[in-house]
């Protein structure tokens, strides 16, 4: 398979996804012809590098890893298509992409595991619903998971985001300590790496492509990531332009404070739908 080889989810009236299946990276949604994902134009696609935007999926791990790369290794994996698009007798697209522990995964992490990642495509909605198996008869194994979505904006400075009213959070960009945002809305004014847990059920955000907003509802993640690099930052990432960051705001639905915990033979799903309002 092409480090590139991608899968395209068509509704009809220019509504598509991709997926990249390195990674099973969304890296398009396109809504009536709009994009509404950010993907870098310095974006590297060498099947090595995980790809600057769309939506990275992360896992077993959000962050910095002793054992392996960076948020894990399932946005550098190739990934299996389980179902090729189908059209769904309401007429939205889905398509189902899997993944499994292989000599890779083992070499980072000795558990065996799947992943199911089903994605469905509605007239102006994008649902991602993940599946993780624990097929071990004697392992447990813990694992955090997070979807990195990157939303295209005008610019980030003017979009808000609600859903993280009162809740408490770790940023990152400062020195890791807790703090509690007591605003109603969360703007971006600098470089923002904020870890926001039990965050609310939806997340609208403001501004988004054409001056519309962007509802995010998500199921059995409880943390949401709001990251910005910013512009001195920006500079330092090599698949991001020094003028790209005010296009991009990333808010990233996940369970990271309190991990997932599987017992042998058992299961976890979550899942998100984004909706252009
Ligand atoms: O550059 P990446 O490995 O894709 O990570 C991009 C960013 O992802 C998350 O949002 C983290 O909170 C940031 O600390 C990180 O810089």
Known sequence: MAATSVVVLDRGNNTTCTVNLFG???????????EQLFVSKQAIFDGKRPIRGGVPFVFPQFG????????????????HVEKMPE??????????FSLMDDDFTRSMWHFQFRLTYRLILREKELHFNIGV????K?????C??????YFKVPDVRRCQITGLHGCMFIDKSRDGVMYQDTREVVTINECT???YQNTMQEHIITNVVSGRKMRIQKYNFPDTVIWN?????????????????????????????APIVLLPGTAFEASQILQVM
């Open 144 to 149: 955090q998971l997070l979807l990195h979505t």
């Open 24 to 34: 099973a990276s969304v890296v398009s949604w396109r809504v009536n012809n709009q």
């Open 229 to 257: 690099p910013w512009a001195d930052l920006a500079k330092e990432i090599p698949d991001l332009g020094d003028d790209e960051f005010p296009n991009m705001v990333c808010v990233e639905a996940g369970r990271i404070a």
């Open 193 to 195: 790496s904020r870890i």
């Open 133 to 136: 198996y624990n097929p071990s």
């Open 87 to 96: 059209r769904l007798p309401s007429g939205d697209v889905e398509a189902v």
């Open 138 to 142: 004697e392992l447990t194994f813990s």
């Open 64 to 79: 910095d890893w002793a054992f392996g790369p960076m948020h894990g290794f399932a946005r550098i994996a190739r990934w």
